[in-house]
């Protein structure tokens, strides 16, 4: 199952990147770095789990100028 989960998410993301880099050709932009090398998961297994993580996706983006991989 897990490996599954693995060529899912590898997927999406390669379909993902293939557009975005689509896009920058046609604006004559470059693109850089789109993703980070891993990704993490984590199995929810109760409402307030769920909610936990509903938060950070919706306000993570908000602190990316605080995180240290910021440039």
């Known amino acids: ?3 599954m989960v693995g060529a899912v998410i ?3 993301k390669s379909l993902a990147a293939n557009k975005c880099i ?3 050709k046609l604006r004559n932009q ?4 789109l993703w980070q090398r891993n990704y993490y998961e984590h ?3 109760d409402k307030q789990s769920y909610q936990r993580i ?3 996706i919706i306000n993570n983006p ?3 100028e605080n995180d240290k991989l910021y440039h």
């Open 22 to 24: 689509e896009i920058c």
């Open 1 to 3: 199952m897990l490996g």
């Open 30 to 33: 470059y693109m850089g770095k």
């Open 62 to 64: 908000m602190t990316w």
């Open 43 to 45: 199995i929810i297994r």
């Open 10 to 12: 590898g997927a999406y």
């Open 54 to 56: 509903v938060n950070y």
